[in-house]
T-cell receptor, first 114, second 113 residues
């Protein structure tokens, strides 16, 4: 069974440029998460989807960050414009339903903003 | 709000040494508790979990016991191997039952031959 797939693995951009990250969750997983992981820190939730609905986006900085999950499968996280402080690893995770508590993570997308 | 605190790393051990990584939590209810591990170049993966007080989670020789009285979930292994070198994250599932995981800051373990 394929795991959670994220792309790109690495991205280097200049500040004020836009960037987008893509996530393909495990087949059949209805719940999808985007987490932010700063260097030396644990992951912090940005947004959670149940199918195509964003049910928890309270931690998403909506002035520059946006996300979508069309058709309740793949998801895209966008930053526009990027700032130096956005340099981090962006993690996508999925789970069959919120009951299990076990999240399956992708390898992450490492963003460097210069 | 709910939170998790882990011992700071890095933790450096020789092969076959005993490992303890401390984890304590703050929560208003009785959350499920988890240890996730991140091997170099890989994504986080679940190591073990416990869903109620006094439960013991175990996997790959690692163990952790849910201690309600001390609000702790310390990770232990009797004899570490070089292949255990990784970053270990303690986490709790928020008591609002949304499925949201709250993570500690992670503890890096380095095992030397």
């Amino acid at each position: 069974e394929a795991g959670v797939v994220q792309s790109p693995r690495y991205k280097i951009i200049e500040k004020k440029q836009p960037v987008a990250f893509w996530c393909n969750p495990i087949s059949g997983h209805n719940t999808l998460y985007w987490y932010l992981q700063n260097l030396g820190q644990g992951p912090e939730l940005l947004i959670r989807y149940e199918n195509e609905e964003a049910v928890d986006d309270s931690q998403l900085p909506k002035d520059r960050f946006s996300a979508e999950r069309l058709k309740g499968v793949d998801s895209t996280l966008k930053i526009q414009p990027a700032e130096l402080g956005d340099s981090a690893v962006y993690l996508c995770a999925s789970t069959p339903g919120q009951g299990s508590g076990e999240l399956f993570f992708g390898e992450g997308s490492r963003l460097t903003v210069l | 709000g709910d939170s998790v605190t882990q011992m700071e790393g890095p933790v450096t051990l020789s092969e076959e040494a005993f490992l303890t990584i401390n984890c304590t939590y703050t929560a208003t209810g009785y959350p499920s508790l988890f240890w996730y591990v991140q091997y170099p170049g890989e994504g986080l993966q679940l190591l073990l979990k416990a869903t109620k007080a006094d439960d013991k989670g175990s996997n790959k020789g690692f163990e952790a016991t849910y201690r309600k009285e001390t609000t702790s979930f310390h990770l232990e292994k009797g004899s570490v191997q070089v292949s255990d070198s990784a970053v270990y994250f303690c986490a709790l599932r928020d008591t609002g039952n949304t499925g949201k995981l709250i993570f500690g800051q992670g503890t890096t373990l380095q095992v030397k031959p």
